[in-house]
């Protein structure tokens, strides 16, 4: 370490030239250049501008108790306020940064007793006192560069807020529509058992009277007691469901109110916009991006701490043999230009250098590799999109079908022109067929719901992720059982 004393004239020389030198070492941040397709695989539309993931949540989700759940979760979900604390912390690191380009100035005082001979007798004590002051010239840009990695981990936060918000707002959406789902499959599994008990009291009517066997009376009563316990099945999975829920809206495990039912739910046309904007809506690859800025800007501070540090010390202090005597004798003082640097660092500084351009290296392969993650979540997207709404066709059509079936073969049996076995097929295959209808029709909107999610979900630089206030009605239909 080298201090030097100068004079005042000599410090007013030489502080505009120090000012005027200095320079920013370090590499100037440069985006990796990703190349982006044209457009998003299995899109129908042609590309353009406009996006539904430009719209708010309660636009795209338009059931109002869907809406309320999503605003309490909003309001009380753990993980969004353990997101925003990290924000404030963020902040606060850019603070504390940032003072370290400021002046320091601190203060000193002590006594010091004396003795006399080797007598141990104290006769007087010596007090000091004094005043510090501290000020880096930051020549080379490290504090700079600190400071603009302190602020790419605030953006970086927010980000990950932003997040958060879209990954919460999916989830409770994605989690009521399964558990409307849950609601239809109860619905057919007590319309099924409602018909095998049906069925059972018919093939008993007819064994009683002589008519047939034993046999259809058994089989019916399995399909029967299935029915019944599928009943039960259903239920505890609706409230694990409900549980679920609960817990996203930061509440303990209770009764989730219905809006819509599955059939009744509806979304909005699905535009994707340009794959250009995926780039600046995401979360995800906006964090990452500022995990590459904070990267690069911890080059940089790397970079500076080969070169000297500059700054002003100065101290004013006095001492006494009283509190008096120090406070009418502060006239010591000193200011000093004072420069600082290292010589040799058994390779420290070289390998910090290496660590940080190694972490360089990691985000700019993570980003890269969070766009790709982004263009084959919105492809898998559209591509459900596509194909649900075909085999919903298809399973609606195998619907009617299996219903007409059955009523053929209730009405063969009641003629005696078919048997007890055909009666039994044709209900086990009517109520699976309903099931896997239920299930596309919920899995058509979860589709919507993760492309609406792949797509960034609409984030602009002011939103909040909150409805307006006139989003309030809840609609309390709890289906029976639930």
Known sequence: MTTTYLTKRGLTVLLPALLISACMVGPEYQKPDVPLPNDFRYQIS???????????????????????????????????????????????QVGQVEAEGRPQIGYEKGFVPQVKGGTGTLTYGAFTGLLTAAWEFDIWGRIRHATDAAKANLLAQEDVRRGVILTLVSDVASDYFKLLELDRELAIAEESSRVYKSTLELFTLRFESGKDSRLPVERAQAAYQFSLADIQDLKRRIAQQENAISTLVGAYPRTIARGKPLTDQSTPETPLGSTTALLQRRPDILQAEQDMIRANAQIGEAVADFFPRIGLSSFLGGQGVTISNIWSSFGVWNLALALTGPIYSGGRLEEAYHERQGFWDETVAAYKQIVLVAFRETSDALVARQTLALRLTALGEQVRALQRSSEIALLRYQAGRASYFEVLEAQQQLFPAEDAQAQNERDQLLAVVNLYKALGGGWSADDNGKAPPTINAVNTQVPAGG
């Open 46 to 92: 042609v590309p353009d501008a406009t996006s539904f993931a430009d719209l708010p949540w309660w636009s795209v989700f338009n059931d109002k108790t869907l809406q309320a759940l999503i605003n309490e979760a909003l309001a009380h979900n753990y993980d969004l306020e353990v997101a925003v604390a990290r924000i404030e912390q963020a902040r606060a």
